[in-house]
């Protein structure tokens, strides 16, 4: 049996498998505990890493996305890792995706749209994903050289939208499939201020469609993102607030002004997420389970002996 995120199911998964005396293995997608800091409830969020390792370590093996993210994980007392790394669908994001018109429309303008750079977010708008920081440093922007998407919906979207009034910024709302490839393609940089990520999904979406990545030296993206190689990373927590919106919004800046640089590092990242395929993907879960299948004995005969 596979548990994913077994936060709410995990004890009833894991007493399935004791009924049914089958091996039990689960996987870490969510940084629930973080985001228990994150929406002011911290007081939840050791009692959350202490449920979260109770019910992962009852498993033959905990699949986790990302090195960072197992690093995180054998510091909290969590056993039996196994690194389960996602893939991306080349044929889908790819910088050939990109569309003239639809940047055109994004400009509201068909008169040498290539002469704005086009930064680009993606993901679940929402405030967990420090978008913040982001507002706040493309606030303080040169507006006439660059033009702000934001593809997605979430919580924080109308709120987001009045902060950003005034501001050249188009919302698309959720996108999906060739739409959302030709959103990533149309673009020039991937702005992801994300630090709760456990891998940065759409972090590798971007880099297959050629754009560097502005996002934070976090878990998850630290092992997509190589600084000043496939985009720039933000020490996530050396700097102080004030600091942080400066310090990301040169990072912004440089890529805006430095075609060159912001076209070498978009290449860079196109070249290191074609190494990411969904066949290994799911080969690293077809080996853990054929080794959980081969090594584990049942659990009622574990419990007799």
């Known amino acids: 049996m596979h548990i994913v995120d077994p936060v709410v199911l995990g004890a009833t998964g894991l007493a399935a498998a004791r009924l049914l005396n089958k091996p039990l293995v689960s996987s870490y997608h969510t940084n629930l505990a973080a985001y228990c800091t994150h929406f002011g409830f911290s007081f939840f969020t050791q009692p959350m890493w202490h449920y979260n390792r109770f019910i992962h370590n009852q498993c033959e093996l905990?699949?986790?996305?990302?090195?960072?993210?197992?690093?995180?994980?054998?510091?909290?007392?969590?056993?039996?890792?196994?690194?389960?790394?996602?893939?991306?669908?080349?044929?889908?994001?790819?910088?050939?995706?990109?569309?003239?018109?639809?940047?055109?429309?994004?400009?509201?303008?068909?008169?040498?749209?290539?002469?704005?750079v086009v930064l680009l977010y993606v993901g679940r708008v929402s405030w967990e994903k420090n978008l913040q920081l982001l507002i706040q440093a493309y606030r303080q922007m040169d507006h006439t050289r660059c033009h702000l998407v934001i593809v997605g919906h979430g919580p924080a979207h109308d709120e987001i939208r009045q902060e950003l009034q005034g501001l050249p910024v188009t919302f698309t709302g959720y996108l999906r499939g060739e739409e959302l490839a030709r959103a990533y393609a149309t673009a020039d940089l991937f702005a992801f201020p994300s630090y709760t990520e456990t891998f940065g999904q759409v972090v590798l979406e971007a880099m297959a469609s050629g754009l560097p990545v502005v996002g934070l030296r976090a878990e998850g993206v630290r092992d997509l993102v190589q600084h000043e190689s496939t985009g720039l990373l933000l020490e996530a927590e050396a700097l102080s607030a004030d600091k942080h919106i400066t310090t990301y919004r040169d990072h912004l800046q440089r890529l805006v002004q430095q075609e060159a640089t912001r076209l070498e590092m978009g290449e860079a990242a196109h070249q290191q997420a074609n190494r990411y395929s969904w066949y290994e993907s799911m080969e690293c879960v077809i080996r853990g389970y054929e080794e959980v299948i081969e090594t584990s004995r049942p659990l009622l005969l574990t419990q007799a002996s």
Not at 94 to 102: G, S, V, W
Request: hydrophobic fraction near 30%; glycine fraction near 4%; charged fraction near 25%.
């Open 62 to 116: 905990t699949f986790c996305p990302s090195p960072s993210t197992a690093q995180m994980l054998r510091q909290q007392g969590f056993e039996h890792l196994r690194l389960w790394p996602r893939g991306v669908d080349t044929t889908l994001f790819r910088p050939e995706q990109r569309d003239a018109e639809l940047r055109a429309s994004w400009l509201q303008s068909r008169e040498q749209p290539e002469q704005k």
